[in-house]
């Protein structure tokens, strides 16, 4: 079955970028979708189709997509930030995947 | 956007079937994906199903011999039931909605506990 693969954490200091990787096998071949979720709440989507921001998200948050690999990128990184990051594809066997969640860390 | 609301029985014994409802309002069911997706304490995200806007449903494999997933239309509803609960399906559940099959609206999370 397809899986998509999250570090647990990333730390980063106040103003730096922050990069959150998601992994699957050709993960080219899907469209990626990110959340933020805080806690206490819902999700909220951040990323569609790999890189489109949806109304609303600071453009400071984008996604990118090379090889297996997608990445969630947060620059000037604020203590605002601080939440868990999924990412999620559609799988024609599996149906909506989501990665295990990355919980980002403002230090 | 539409805006998601949700109720359902927060405690179960193992074996009965959980029930959680999801009412739409400021748009119709037509035209999306209306999902429910689980939270276990702690832990990552889960997909049980969806169904879409002609009524077809897709579920997640390990769950599709307990779930129901239907909508009301003159309600503007969509709901869940899943039989025959263990202590494992403890988690808060969500209601979420999208055009395709990705979710910009989310239901506030109901917390479903299963314990005798």
């Known amino acids: 079955s397809y899986v998509l693969s999250q570090p647990p954490s990333v730390s980063v200091a106040p103003g730096k970028t922050a990069r959150i990787p998601c992994g699957g096998n050709?993960?080219?071949?899907?469209?990626v979708h990110w959340y933020q979720q805080k806690p206490g709440q819902a999700p909220v989507l951040v990323i569609n189709?790999?890189?489109d921001r949806p109304s609303g998200i600071p453009e400071r948050i984008s996604g990118s997509k090379s090889g297996n690999t997608a990445t969630l990128t947060i620059s000037r990184v604020e203590a605002g930030d601080e939440a868990d990051y999924y990412c999620q594809v559609w799988d024609r066997s599996a149906g909506v995947l989501f990665g295990g969640g990355t919980k980002l860390t403002v230090l | 956007q539409v805006q998601l609301q949700q109720w359902g029985a927060g405690l179960l014994k193992p074996s009965e079937t959980l029930s959680l409802t999801c009412a739409v309002y400021g748009g119709s069911l037509s035209g999306y994906y209306w999902a429910w997706i689980r939270q276990t304490p702690g832990k990552g995200l889960e997909w049980i199903g969806e169904i879409n806007h002609g009524g077809s449903t897709t579920y997640n494999s390990s769950l599709k011999s307990r779930v129901t997933i239907s909508v009301d239309t003159s309600q503007n509803q969509v709901s869940l039931k899943l039989s025959s609960v263990t202590a494992a399906d403890t988690a808060v559940y969500f209601c979420?909605?999208?055009?395709?099959?990705?979710?910009?609206?989310w239901g506030q999370g109901t917390l479903v506990t299963v314990s005798s």
């Open positions: 979420a909605s999208g055009v395709v099959h990705y979710f910009d609206g």
């Open positions: 189709f790999d890189s």
């Open positions: 050709n993960i080219g071949s899907k469209s």
